[in-house]
Structures are given as structure tokens and as C-alpha cells.
């Protein structure tokens, strides 16, 4: 009983860690046909950021946290300046965008480890709540993941179905082409997702990095599971990442649980690998949405 | 009449084919002008130029009185130059309703929307016993019907028109016809691009014919064009060499 209740536990932590972070690289996906290498580096940076403002700059808790986000946001800015707006209207526009992320990536793990030094750091754990389940035990920022991280992803698809740029942002990824010529600018678009998934996995980073460490290369192992979550859900639909993101986190804990810390990668990716060559399009799609 | 389009020794082409060389055109401002001839000729190209989602190698292209070069397709749509492109899939996942919502919302025609919907449905009330459904469940008709009528709602001063009636059955083609003519009534302008030659003719002042890239002839679109010489044009022979 107490393995089911751990298991489960451990299911809707790593799901919603893996769900900020797939969230944001299939909203990118779908509107910039792009896989943001650079998503693992943001979150670490964005955990950095916080970890800055509340330790360094002596900021309150919340404010600290929120104040990393919120610059990650401003980062974000800078970063569809600098890495997507020169390359995406090239030809091989979108592999010239995959190479830049994929540079960023480095700059900011290498800026990250001159910036803060090669000691590990921590944000405190986030509350004192502490929920006992049939004898396991969720509490602090666990327990803040398990209910924000889909409160915040439930939030972004309601943008997206009910109010105007998430009817644009939809427009964008159905029909690119004819999008423009209704007059929907590109550029204001990719803005936005930009924002929206770095904000996003900076929480991603926030959380995990109360939960774990804060490390130059914290963001790879997350980036590399979002990665199994798209391959998972299909990428460019927000419901499959859901699903795809809690299946993931499930496969993980189950096998963390039953074969080891060291075995669960191993057994997560070879599913990825059977699923791809089982179904490319994703498990959980029913049909393949046209490009 | 003043020009409200001029296109200029337009050259154009993808890599290193040209489809377009130096073709020149003009609409004025109460004027309806057709574009005839085979496909694959740069009737779809020129138009994708004049909306700027293709960059033209030289020449130019202004619209009421400037220089477009450098314009976003969106701040044309925002001018009034709206194209309804050819053959679009539409937005599978929106409501007819959301798609046109989107266009009022995307060509700066928010504030009023529900009137410019109210006259769609009025133009097409085939579209408002659908505006719940997805546009990717729409048949062919009812597709060329809302994409039309995203144009409208975008309130269009020059309407570009490419295969409005493309893989058409005659009966649905026949419907779309009077909808179109409708609309021909209250656009200031229109360009149309369409394998129907008798529904250009009847919906145009004057026409073109686009062989290689360039106008090889023109005319105004009254009963006198003879289909037979059209047809021998599109078959290959310039306009010099025809008698």
C-alpha cells in the first residue's frame, strides 16, 4: 500500500515538472515548428535567477520566486530577438533556429558556471504543508508542484481556447500561410509562446530547484524527459502532453520504485524508442495533424 | 478612374526557376480585372506577391499610391488588401464562427465584428447553419464559402480572388457564382484568378491572359472574346501569332 501511495506521489511530481516544461516546447512546436534545445539551460537559469534574488538581493520568498520568473519572461524577449526573429524567415529557417537554441544552451550553462561558481545551491523548501497518504508523505514545494503545475498548464489552455491571441496562437499553428494573410503577424505570435514557455520552465526550474539542486547542468535530465513527453503525446496538442507528461512521470517512478534510480532512464527511453517506431505520431494521437 | 494597383515589370520566381518575367498590371479603383490561363503560369505567384508573401526578385508593386515593398501581409490586410488564397485547408481545429471572429480580430475590425458577421450570414446563410462546426469538417463549398467570407470580414477595398471555384461540383460552382457576385456589388475592386472562364468573364471588366510568367493578351470581359481563340492561347500560341 505504502509503494502504491510512494509511486503515486512521486507519478504527480515528476509529471508536473515534466508537463511545465513539455508544455512550453509544444506550444514553440506547434507555432515555430522548432525544438528549443535552449529549454533545459532556461530553467536552470530561471532557478539561478530566483535562487539570486532571494539569497543575494535578500528579496521575501515569493517575491524572490516570482521576480525569477517574471525576468525569465524578460528573457524570453531577448531571446526570440536574438535566436528566432533573424533565422526563422531564412530558408532552413527552422533548423537555423534548432542550432542557435542549441548554442544558447551552452552560453548559458557556461555563463551560469562564471556567473555563480561551481558550488551547488538550494531554494528552501517552498511552504510547510504536508499531506500523509496511505503512508507516504508529500510536503513543501512536492506538494506545491503537484497542485501548480496543472493548475498553471490548465490556465495556458484556457488562454488558448477562450481569449483572442490564443485564438491567433491557434490560427498560427493550423494554417500558417492563410493566418498571414487574415493579417496575423508571425513575430507577435512566436513573442508570446517564447514568453510563455520560458515563464514556464522557469517555474519548472524554481520547483526543482527546492526539490534537488541548483546545478549548471540541472536542466538537461527535464529537457531530455519533456523530449520522451512529446515523442510520447505528439507533439503541437496540449492535451496529449498532459496526458503525456503524467504517463511519463508514472513509467518513471513505477521503474525507479521496482528496478532502481539508475535503470529508470534506460527503461523510460527504450519506451520512447518503441513507441516511435510503433506509432510516430504519438501514442495518444488519434489521427496526425497536417503541417 | 485613378489606379488603385500597379504592378510594375515584375520578375519573380522560387530558387532558381523564375515564373514571373516583368509582367505588369494594373486595377483601378472601381474595377474588377481577370486573370485567365493554364496553371502553373504565375497567375498564384503575382497574386502572392501583391500580398507580399512572396518576394519579388525586382520590379515594384504600389497600392492606393505607395510603394509596398517592405510591408507585413498584415499592415496590407490593414489597408484593405485582403487575398483569399487558393485552395486553403482553413483553420481545421476553429469554428467557422472562431475563423471569422479571427479575421475581423486580425485586420483591425474587432470593435465591430458581430455586424460584419450578421452580413456574412447575410451573403452566405449556409454558414451560419454551420458556424458551431469545425472548418475542417466543412465540405468544399462550404469551405470556399467561409473563406470567402474571412475575406469579408477584413472589409475589403481590393479583394484578390485565386480559384474561388476550384474542384467544384457545377451545381456547388453555380451557388458559389451568385455569392461572388454579391460581393462583386459592394468590393470596390477585385482581382480574379479562376479555371471557369465564363464566370470571369462575367464577373470582370476587363482581363488577361498570364502564359510564361507575362500578360501575352487582354480585353475587355464583354460577350465578344471568343472561347475558341482563348482556348488556342492557352494551348500554347502567343497573341502575335494567332492569325
Known amino acids: ?291 | 478612374m485613378s489606379d488603385l494597383l500597379t504592378v510594375t515589370d515584375l520578375s519573380a520566381g522560387y530558387g532558381h526557376s523564375t515564373v514571373l518575367r516583368g509582367i505588369s498590371l494594373l486595377v483601378g479603383e472601381t474595377e474588377a480585372v481577370g486573370l485567365l490561363g493554364p496553371n502553373g503560369h504565375g497567375k498564384t505567384t503575382l497574386l502572392r506577391c501583391v500580398s507580399n508573401l512572396h518576394r519579388a526578385a525586382s520590379g515594384t508593386i504600389s497600392y492606393a499610391g505607395r510603394d509596398t515593398r517592405g510591408d507585413s501581409p498584415r499592415a496590407l490586410v490593414r489597408r484593405g488588401l485582403v487575398h483569399i488564397p487558393q485552395g486553403s485547408r482553413l483553420f481545421p481545429h476553429l469554428t467557422v464562427e472562431e475563423a471569422l471572429r479571427l479575421s475581423a480580430a486580425a485586420s483591425g475590425h474587432a470593435a465591430n465584428w458581430r455586424e460584419g458577421l450578421e452580413h456574412v450570414f447575410s451573403v452566405f446563410p449556409r454558414l451560419k447553419e454551420r458556424r458551431g462546426q469545425l472548418t475542417g469538417t466543412l465540405s468544399g463549398g462550404e469551405r470556399q464559402m467561409a473563406s470567402l467570407g474571412m475575406g469579408l470580414m477584413a472589409r475589403p477595398t481590393l479583394l484578390i480572388l485565386d480559384e474561388p471555384t476550384l474542384g467544384l461540383s457545377p451545381k456547388v460552382k453555380h451557388e458559389l457564382s451568385e455569392c461572388i457576385m454579391r460581393i462583386r456589388a459592394e468590393v470596390a475592386s477585385i482581382i480574379l484568378v479562376d479555371g471557369d472562364m465564363d464566370l470571369v468573364l462575367a464577373l470582370t471588366d476587363r482581363y488577361h491572359v498570364v502564359l510564361h510568367g507575362d500578360i501575352v493578351h487582354s480585353g475587355a470581359s464583354d460577350a465578344s472574346v471568343g472561347r475558341e481563340e482563348m482556348m488556342s492561347l492557352f494551348l500554347g500560341g502567343s497573341a502575335d501569332e494567332r492569325h
Do not use: C
Open chain 1, 1 to 291: 500500500m505504502s509503494g502504491i501511495s510512494a509511486i503515486l506521489t512521486s507519478t504527480l511530481v515528476l509529471g508536473g515538472l515534466y508537463l511545465l516544461m513539455a508544455a512550453g516546447l509544444t506550444l514553440i512546436w506547434s507555432t515555430l515548428r522548432v525544438f528549443n534545445f535552449g529549454h533545459g539551460a532556461l530553467l536552470m537559469f530561471g532557478a539561478y535567477l530566483s535562487w539570486t534574488l532571494l539569497e543575494r538581493a535578500g528579496l521575501p520568498l515569493l517575491i524572490a520566486l516570482v521576480g525569477g520568473v517574471l525576468a525569465m519572461a524578460l528573457v524570453g524577449v531577448v531571446y526570440e530577438l536574438l535566436l528566432v526573429s533573424p533565422f526563422i524567415r531564412r530558408p532552413n529557417g527552422d533548423m537555423l533556429v534548432m542550432v542557435a537554441t542549441l548554442a544558447a544552451t551552452m552560453l548559458l550553462q557556461s555563463g551560469a558556471l562564471l556567473l555563480w561558481g561551481p558550488e551547488i545551491k538550494q531554494i528552501p523548501r517552498l511552504g510547510s504543508a504536508r499531506v500523509e497518504l496511505g503512508g507516504a508523505v508529500a510536503e513543501g514545494t512536492q506538494l506545491v508542484t503537484i497542485v501548480l503545475a496543472p493548475v498553471l498548464v490548465g490556465l495556458l489552455a484556457l488562454v488558448l481556447k477562450r481569449t483572442g491571441i490564443g485564438l491567433t496562437v491557434r490560427a498560427l499553428e493550423q494554417n500558417r500561410e492563410h493566418a498571414q494573410l487574415l493579417g496575423i503577424s508571425p513575430r507577435r505570435v512566436y513573442l508570446f509562446v517564447v514568453i510563455v514557455a520560458i515563464g514556464l520552465a522557469a517555474v519548472a526550474g524554481v520547483l526543482l530547484g527546492s526539490i534537488r539542486f541548483i546545478s549548471p547542468g540541472m536542466g538537461d535530465d527535464p529537457l531530455l524527459r519533456a523530449f520522451v513527453v512529446l515523442a510520447f503525446g505528439g507533439a503541437g496538442s496540449l492535451g496529449g502532453t498532459i496526458a503525456g507528461a503524467y504517463a511519463i512521470g508514472l513509467l518513471e517512478a513505477v521503474t525507479t520504485y521496482y528496478f532502481g534510480l539508475s535503470w529508470s532512464p534506460v527503461l523510460v527511453f527504450l519506451a520512447m524508442i518503441v513507441i516511435m517506431l510503433a506509432r510516430p505520431e504519438g501514442l495518444l494521437r488519434s489521427q496526425v495533424r497536417s503541417a
